[in-house]
């Protein structure tokens, strides 16, 4: 995951439907700058060369979670 402002600009991330490495390639709407969603980097367009701010996250299974947050509720 990633942080989607840019050089100040908030950016609407989507799937451009493109692979890159075996990983998704996304773009943004404003510029339609392509990004690599392994790295975060923009691959091609205006922003190319510019990073994505990366956001921690983890993943891990409803058990884990539900163990650690008990009183967590799914709709």
């Known amino acids: ?26 773009s943004d709407l404003e510029t339609e700058t392509e990004w690599a969603h392994l790295l975060g980097r923009g691959m091609a367009g205006p922003l190319k060369g510019s990073k994505l701010r990366p956001i921690a996250a983890d993943m891990v299974t409803w058990g884990v979670w539900k163990k650690a947050h008990p009183q967590t509720t799914v709709m």
Not at 1 to 26: A, P, Q
Request: aromatic share 8%; proline share 0%; no cysteine.
């Open 1 to 26: 995951m990633y942080v989607r402002r840019v050089n100040g600009k908030e950016l609407t991330l989507r799937v451009s439907g493109k692979l890159w490495m075996r990983s998704l390639v996304m």
